[in-house]
């Protein structure tokens, strides 16, 4: 786990710790000592503390003008035992709602695990985003399946392309969003 990264070719673009919108804004990273575990397994310094002991975060980027935020996630997801949505919904999602971001993009490749609880704080977060929206990208099936059992799909949107967009550190991120908006308003368009 200690050598998993968070994703860091787009730092050109953006970087969390010199954004002062952003919750991580003058971050410091010692590479020389990791202190983070999920677990007991450390895990790379370059990730971001959110107040929970198994979820943590990397904001890749905001664009505050597009009101989009794209973010990588490690760990395991747990509502059931430590309230995880609880620390995201409180400790960056609020942050970046409150700076008029309505699109969230949530990278998912090394969540290890989904334990639910109820869905207060997806509605919130849903309702927040009024004319916005929250999506899913590279899910592991598994993971999709247990939080589907908690109906938030109703909150989410994931499946599809969305679970397939291996090439996205590639992409810019304005690319990026623009892809997944346009893949989100066909859907919302059948309803």
Avoid: C
Wanted: zero cysteines; glycine letters at 6%; charged letters at 25%.
């Amino acid at each position: 786990m200690h050598d998993i990264e968070p994703f860091f070719g787009w730092e050109f673009n953006y970087d969390s710790n010199t954004d002062e919108r952003s919750p991580f804004y003058e971050a410091e990273y010692d590479t020389n000592q990791y202190t983070n575990t999920i677990y007991g397994y450390y895990i790379h310094p370059y990730w971001d503390f959110i107040g929970s002991e198994t979820l943590y975060v990397k904001v890749l980027m905001a664009d505050y003008h597009r009101k989009f935020v794209i973010m990588e996630l490690i760990g395991e997801w747990n509502d059931a035992l430590h309230n995880d949505i609880m620390h995201l919904k409180r400790n960056v999602i609020d942050y970046f709602t409150g700076e008029g971001i309505i699109h969230f993009i949530l990278i998912g490749e090394n969540i290890l695990n989904y334990h639910g609880s109820d869905d207060e704080y997806y509605e919130e977060w849903f309702e927040d985003v009024e004319n916005g929206w929250i999506v899913l990208l590279n899910f592991r099936e598994f993971v999709l399946r247990e939080m589907n059992a908690y109906n938030l799909d109703s909150y989410l949107i994931w499946g599809g392309i969305l679970d397939e967009i291996d090439n996205w550190r590639t992409t810019n991120p304005h690319k990026l969003f623009e892809f997944v908006r346009k893949e989100v308003e066909k859907r919302i368009a059948l309803f």
